[in-house]
């Protein structure tokens, strides 16, 4: 009884600090932002080919900010979330249009994270990045990894971008 108590309360604890760790991806233990869902859009895209994908880009406070005003390079403390779901024909909505025209996002596919610290991630432009499957990040390193190396060459293509693909859209 009362003897197990702080025994008991111990693990859990244990597990409740052990947690967020577990939930960060591989190399930059990036997390999935609390509340993310209820950010701002900053635009949308559509990904053809292999991916055929359509993508809500949305960021926190001050990437939102940093966007509006085109402050580059991005400040500490910015978040970027990418959304991305399967890009489908919704034959509902073509069924009332005069031709089929409608697509839609389909089953979502994943969550993409990217962090601006510019002494966390020195080494990697001063982003640090996560990709997320139902809610739980990709375990596999080499697909973390390869976040930094599209960025990296975003990066050499146009410097003043700092590393972000998205441009705002008003």
Same mark, same amino acid.
């Given at each position: 009884?009362?003897?197990l108590?702080?025994l008991?309360?111990g ?5 409740a600090?052990?947690?967020?760790k577990?939930?960060?991806s ?7 932002p609390?509340?993310?869902r209820?950010?701002?859009?900053i ?6 080919g *292999?991916?055929?994908d359509i993508? /809500?880009?949305l $960021?926190n ?5 940093a966007?509006?005003?085109?402050k580059? #390079?991005?400040?500490d403390a910015?978040v970027?979330v ?9 034959p509902?909505n073509d069924?009332v249009?005069?031709a089929p025209q ?9 969550v993409?994270?990217?962090? *601006?610290?510019?002494?966390?991630y /020195?080494?990697? $432009?001063?982003w640090?990045y996560?990709?997320f499957e139902?809610?739980?990040p990709n #375990?596999?390193?080499g697909l973390?990894?390869?976040?930094l ?5 975003l ?6 971008a700092?590393?972000v ?6």
């Open positions: 009884g009362p003897a108590a702080p008991v309360f693990v859990s604890a244990g597990f600090m052990q947690r967020p577990d939930l960060g591989p190399v930059y233990g990036v997390t999935l609390e509340g993310y209820d950010w701002k859009l635009s949308v895209a559509h990904e053809a *292999k991916n055929n993508r /809500a880009i $960021g406070e001050i990437a939102v900010k966007f509006r005003a085109n580059r #390079p991005f400040p910015a970027i990418r959304l991305a779901w399967r890009f489908q024909s919704s509902r069924t249009f005069p409608s697509f839609v996002a389909g089953p979502p596919i994943n993409q994270v990217s962090v *601006k610290d510019s002494k966390r /020195a080494q990697s $432009g001063g640090g996560g990709q139902n809610g739980l #375990p596999d390193a973390t990894r390869a976040c190396t599209c960025h990296a060459k990066d050499a293509l146009d410097s003043s700092d590393r693909f998205t441009a705002y859209s008003h």
